[in-house]
């Protein structure tokens, strides 16, 4: 529904309702302007190197290890002893992290050129020790300041478990339990949806993701009612450049102009709002068994 609503706010708003609307397109100008541009952009890509496979392969080879780690039943982390905690508990060693950071280090040390390819004297000379990403690029291009926003994320979010302010804020917004749930559902998924504009969805969804749990637990309703269009609305970055890397090429290609990207995207950030609410309390309910209180939400979140 999102991705639907996305193309057709996009023609609406890029080709005008008339066009969009019309059951015939006759602007041949603008077709062929189109396929130019595509033909243009296709040549500049030209054909997959080693590197490039290499890269592709990689990040498959990590999106495998994200998805078999613990795919519902026992996978790849049973292999991995647990950690004891000071009380005596056990908790997980494996995470994510150990994936991504795996495939960090084989984009760092894998090799960018064909080891195993004859050399053609007529090509230019290339540097054997050369990887698929060389430590000289990934310093100087690295977004630094992504990364310590993301970070302070994180931390933002445990200095508000640890220090109870999760805790305060949802006993203060148990007044919002009056609120019907649907109306309480679109409140939560407009501020998630306000907020990740500014800063970056995993911080928006650490920072939040507390508070809701804490709130659901307050009015006695299912985690995931709050939680699921929470995470969903963090991803709704799509009024300003900076929003998401994705916005940023777009606007950096100069074809969109500022006031077209926000007009866009607040119609997009609007549909979105009302699609997951809707989401959230039709078909959402059914799958995740949200009338109900589970069990694990009892102060385990």
Known sequence: LLLFSTWALLCIVFLGPKKFFACKNNDKARDAAIKQILEEEESTLGPVQWAEGSAMGILAFVILLWVSRKPGAPGWSRFVPEGVRPNGKTFPLT????AAVLGTILMLIWPAFNPFAKKNPNQPPIDPKETVLPWKVASTRCPWGVL???????????????????DMVGRNMIALKNLPLPALIYVFTITSSVITTFVANAATATVLLPIMFQLCENIGVHPFYLGLPVCMAASMAFVLPAGTPANAIVYGKGRVKMNQMIVAGLLIALAGQLIVTFCTVTYAVPIFGLNTYPAWANRTL
């Open 95 to 98: 995470t994510d992290t150990q």
């Open 148 to 166: 310590l926003l993301i970070g302070g994320g994180f931390a933002l979010s445990k200095m508000c478990t640890t220090s109870g302010l999760s």
